[in-house]
């Protein structure tokens, strides 16, 4: 079942007789903010009060576009609304973020002639999900799969350092991605996994529907997840490290995807 899209109230704080903004409930920054007001996401624009500027003027016509209140408050308020991070001077409150369920994701791509999934086993570092995000929207993946517990989900870091393509890929969030695995290959999916053996990524076939999978940045894929991959892909490696970031090894994988299924 869909969240319920309506807003929520927030809890109260004794300490200054306000209620509270959940880091949940906003986005910030221009682009974030610009995707999530063309989502319809959009409740309540707070701009800072001494910034004048096209960019500005732009998110004050798009959300008279789309019917959104706009306050203007001290760069403190922002500050605040957004645990000090970089907003640029604009937070959009939000509805929350809407995810789908495993088979509402399979029916939204359908009709997709060779659909590409990603599947995260447990990615805790909101950067790492959010630039994941950026770049699976630059190279055509259909959906993105999450567990429910033990990783981030879309919170307003993620939307942010995607740039708002959180808006335009959809996500499904699941509690046994193991079981979303066995589902995945009944609906005539081929799994891959990471690690740090297996078949070069030059090498690797992705023909049909597949589903790559980024295993968690410190201990890679649970090993009852990683029994239900099909093949293991490797990133050769030279130096001393032993791994790749996991954002950055998604990434590489995605657009060896996006190239092999140009030519």
Do not use: C
């Not at 869909?2 to 221009?30: H, I, M, T, Y």
């Not at 989900?153 to 995607?162: H, L, R």
């Not at 393509?165 to 290959?185: D, F, G, M, W, Y």
């Not at 996994?193 to 940045?217: P, R």
Request: glycine fraction near 6%; charge should be neutral; charged fraction near 25%.
């Amino acid at each position: 079942m869909r969240q319920d899209k309506r807003e929520k109230r927030k809890p109260f704080d004794p300490q200054n007789g306000q209620e509270e903004v959940s880091l949940e409930d906003v986005a910030f920054g221009r682009h974030a903010t610009i995707e999530a007001l063309k989502a319809k996401r959009g409740n309540k624009l707070f701009l800072q009060e001494d910034l004048k500027s096209a960019n500005i003027e732009e998110l004050k016509q798009l959300a008279a576009e789309y019917t959104v209140a706009v306050k203007w408050v001290k760069k403190q308020k922002l500050d605040e609304m957004t645990n000090h991070e970089n907003h640029q001077g604009i937070v959009l409150r939000t509805t929350p973020f809407e995810y789908l369920t495993l088979d509402e994701l399979l029916a939204k791509t359908d009709k997709e002639s060779e659909r590409f999934f990603l599947m995260l086993d447990s990615v805790m570092d909101p950067h790492n999900l959010g630039s994941m995000f950026r770049t699976a929207d630059a190279t055509g993946v259909a959906g993105i799969i999450i567990p429910k517990h033990r990783a981030v989900g879309i919170t307003p870091v993620v939307v942010k350092t995607s740039t708002g393509a959180v808006e335009h890929i959809p996500v499904a969030r699941v509690t046994n991605l193991s079981q979303a695995a066995k589902k995945l290959k009944e609906h005539d999916f081929w799994l891959f996994g990471t690690d740090m053996t297996g078949t070069s990524y030059e090498k690797w076939n992705v023909a049909g529907n597949i589903a790559l999978v980024i295993g968690n940045e410190g201990k890679g894929m649970s090993p009852s997840l990683k029994k239900e991959m099909d093949e293991l892909i490797t990133i050769p490696m030279t130096g001393h490290v032993q791994s790749l970031n996991a954002s950055v090894a998604a990434g590489l994988l995605m657009y060896e995807v996006f190239r092999k299924r140009l030519t």
